[in-house]
Protein backbone atom coordinates (compact mmCIF):
# COMPACT_ATOMS: atom_id res chain seq x y z
CA UNK A 1 0.00 0.00 0.00
CA UNK A 2 1.59 3.23 -0.83
CA UNK A 3 1.17 6.49 0.77
CA UNK A 4 -2.08 8.74 0.54
CA UNK A 5 -1.94 12.34 0.09
CA UNK A 6 -4.13 14.66 1.79
CA UNK A 7 -5.21 18.15 0.91
CA UNK A 8 -1.88 19.42 1.54
CA UNK A 9 0.29 17.49 -0.68
CA UNK A 10 0.47 18.28 -4.42
CA UNK A 11 1.51 15.82 -7.06
CA UNK A 12 4.54 18.30 -7.59
CA UNK A 13 5.44 17.75 -4.09
CA UNK A 14 5.41 14.14 -4.16
CA UNK A 15 7.00 14.03 -7.46
CA UNK A 16 9.58 16.06 -6.00
CA UNK A 17 10.29 14.13 -3.21
CA UNK A 18 10.45 11.02 -5.48
CA UNK A 19 13.04 12.18 -7.65
CA UNK A 20 15.37 14.06 -5.35
CA UNK A 21 19.09 12.26 -5.92
CA UNK A 22 20.74 13.48 -2.69
CA UNK A 23 19.54 12.84 0.83
CA UNK A 24 21.72 14.24 3.96
CA UNK A 25 23.05 11.53 6.01
CA UNK A 26 21.05 11.35 8.89
CA UNK A 27 18.24 11.08 6.37
CA UNK A 28 19.53 7.51 4.82
CA UNK A 29 20.30 6.58 8.34
CA UNK A 30 17.44 6.67 9.47
CA UNK A 31 14.24 3.98 9.00
CA UNK A 32 12.15 4.04 7.13
CA UNK A 33 13.76 5.21 4.49
CA UNK A 34 12.63 8.49 2.41
CA UNK A 35 10.36 7.32 -0.13
CA UNK A 36 12.18 6.36 -3.84
CA UNK A 37 15.33 5.43 -1.95
CA UNK A 38 16.94 1.83 -3.37
CA UNK A 39 17.86 0.12 -0.30
CA UNK A 40 20.39 -1.95 -2.13
CA UNK A 41 22.39 1.23 -3.53
CA UNK A 42 21.38 4.09 -0.03
CA UNK A 43 25.21 5.71 -0.40
CA UNK A 44 24.34 6.43 -3.42
CA UNK A 45 22.24 9.13 -2.72
CA UNK A 46 25.41 11.26 -0.89
CA UNK A 47 26.67 13.98 -2.16
CA UNK A 48 30.03 13.49 -3.18
CA UNK A 49 31.62 15.64 -0.32
CA UNK A 50 29.54 13.54 2.50
CA UNK A 51 30.43 10.57 1.02
CA UNK A 52 34.11 11.33 1.31
CA UNK A 53 33.66 12.29 4.58
CA UNK A 54 31.86 8.94 6.04
CA UNK A 55 33.85 6.73 3.29
CA UNK A 56 37.06 8.28 3.22
CA UNK A 57 37.43 7.59 -0.24
CA UNK A 58 35.61 8.58 -3.52
CA UNK A 59 32.13 7.52 -4.95
CA UNK A 60 34.25 5.79 -7.91
CA UNK A 61 37.24 4.10 -5.42
CA UNK A 62 34.32 2.64 -3.20
CA UNK A 63 32.65 0.83 -6.73
CA UNK A 64 35.93 -0.22 -7.50
CA UNK A 65 36.42 -2.61 -4.56
CA UNK A 66 35.05 -5.40 -4.38
CA UNK A 67 31.22 -6.63 -3.64
CA UNK A 68 32.05 -8.02 0.07
CA UNK A 69 34.55 -4.88 0.85
CA UNK A 70 31.84 -2.52 0.11
CA UNK A 71 29.06 -4.37 2.08
CA UNK A 72 32.16 -4.40 5.08
CA UNK A 73 32.44 -1.10 4.89
CA UNK A 74 28.80 -0.13 4.85
CA UNK A 75 27.88 -2.01 7.71
CA UNK A 76 28.96 0.32 10.54
CA UNK A 77 27.67 3.24 9.00
CA UNK A 78 24.12 1.62 8.59
CA UNK A 79 24.03 1.65 4.57
CA UNK A 80 23.19 -2.13 4.70
Do not use: H
Not at 1 to 21: A, F, H, M, T, Y
Amino acid sequence: EGRKLNQRDSVIDVLNQLCREQYSIEELQARPLPEGVDPSKIESYLSNEDFQKEFRMTKDDFYALPYWKQTNIKKPLGFF
